[in-house]
């Protein structure tokens, strides 16, 4: 039962463009999302979150929409940057702490 | 900011042996720790929540008795994965929780390699 899903495992954006990711979830008690960036062969690294009383947090390029009623959160990075190019987790927490992670969307930002 | 060091970064062990990975909060307290198992090109699966002086708390299908977890001290948790077989394979990622921030700090990861 996969509970938090990533439908698009590879995203392929022009430098300077928008990168869209998206997530969706079909646990109604998660109150807390998260998007990490990560490497091969390393740890995740935290990006930005968003409670659940909230439906937009920005920090930066990076900003995270949350539609509660489509169970449904995106990603968007803007301008997107070489640097960018990596795998993105989106992950959600219902109150017990852990986290539960989509499959991934490997970003790739072209020249 | 918080850090999370786990150790080894890498390693290879012959098949029936244990191996021993250590996950440390070296900035922070951290009475939750988790432990996560990535197989290439999949998710993180939770396999499983270690809790400071107390048992850890496993997801369903993962064998405790395989993966023996301590956490006896509020920096330091770690992972044993007891008779290793190829199959244990995989690169093994903590996780430490931070309550002041409610926030989640990784580990770098590390890659086991049974042979």
């Known amino acids: 039962d996969q509970q938090v899903k990533q439908n698009s495992p590879s995203l392929s954006v022009q430098e300077g463009r928008i990168s869209i990711l998206n997530c969706d979830y079909t646990?109604?008690?998660?109150?807390?999302f998260l998007w990490y960036k990560k490497y091969p062969a390393e740890g995740p690294t935290f990006l930005i979150s968003?409670?659940?009383?909230?439906d937009k947090n920005e920090d930066g390029r990076f900003t995270v929409f949350l539609n509660k009623s489509a169970k449904h959160l995106s990603l968007h990075i803007v301008p997107s940057q070489p640097g960018d190019s990596a795998v993105y987790f989106c992950?959600?927490?219902?109150?017990?702490?852990?986290?539960?992670f989509g499959q991934g969307t490997r970003l790739t930002i072209n020249p | 900011g918080a850090v999370v060091s786990q150790h080894p970064s890498w390693v290879i062990c012959k098949s029936g042996t244990s191996v021993k990975i250590e996950c440390r909060s070296l900035?922070?307290?951290?009475?939750?720790m988790f432990w996560y198992r990535q197989f290439p090109k999949q998710s993180l699966m939770l396999m499983a929540t270690?809790?400071?002086?107390?048992?850890?708390?496993?997801e369903q299908g993962v064998e405790k008795d395989k993966f023996l977890i301590n956490h006896a001290s509020l920096t330091l948790s770690t992972l044993t994965v007891t008779s290793a077989h190829p199959e244990d394979s995989s690169f093994y990622i903590c996780?430490?929780?931070?309550?002041?921030?409610?926030?989640?700090?990784f580990g770098s990861g590390t890659r086991l390699t049974v042979v």
């Open positions: 968003i409670s659940s009383i909230k």
């Open positions: 992950a959600a927490s219902g109150g017990a702490q852990k986290l539960v």
């Open positions: 996780s430490a929780y931070r309550t002041d921030s409610y926030g989640y700090t």
């Open positions: 900035d922070f307290q951290a009475t939750t």
């Open positions: 270690s809790n400071e002086g107390s048992k850890a708390t496993y």
């Open positions: 646990n109604s008690m998660f109150d807390y």
